[in-house]
Nanobody, 124 residues
Framework: QVQLVESGGGLVQAGGSLRLSCAAS????????IGWYRQAPGKQRELVAH??????????TYTDSVKGRFTISGDLTKNTVYLQMNSLKPEDTAVYYC???????????????WGQGTLVTVSS
């Protein structure tokens, strides 16, 4: 019953900015990791940015192509994550998908879910 809803995509000129949002909803669940992936036509889906937790705290990961331009933020306890995208390039054009790993309260196993995606188009 857990669902992810993405928003914030749109059309922007090169050099512009967008902020993507992802919100998870449901009952009796806890997110253990959440992040953003993207897929351009004819290309494989790739990781953009990711947040996960361990005993030391939160771990943030970025793909090399977005380092210094994109910032992932959020709070797993609030079941939300954001992707601030600055200095956008035409190469960033893709459908951006939110992905989360979660546990159902009282169960042992992990689950994962994909959002439906939000389209980001960067014009030159």
């Amino acid at each position: 019953q857990v669902q992810l809803v993405e928003s914030g995509g749109g059309l922007v000129q090169a050099g512009g900015s967008l902020r993507l949002s992802c919100a998870a909803s449901g009952i009796r669940f806890s997110i253990t990791a959440i992040g953003w992936y993207r897929q351009a036509p004819g290309k494989q889906r790739e990781l953009v940015a990711h947040i996960s937790s361990n005993i030391s705290g939160m771990i943030t990961t970025y793909t090399d192509s977005v380092k210094g331009r994109f910032t992932i933020s959020g709070d797993l306890t609030k079941n939300t994550v954001y992707l601030q995208m600055n200095s956008l390039k035409p190469e960033d054009t893709a459908v951006y998908y939110c992905h989360a790993e979660y546990e159902i309260t009282g169960t042992r196993g992990y689950f994962d879910i994909w959002g439906q995606g939000t389209l980001v188009t960067v014009s030159s």
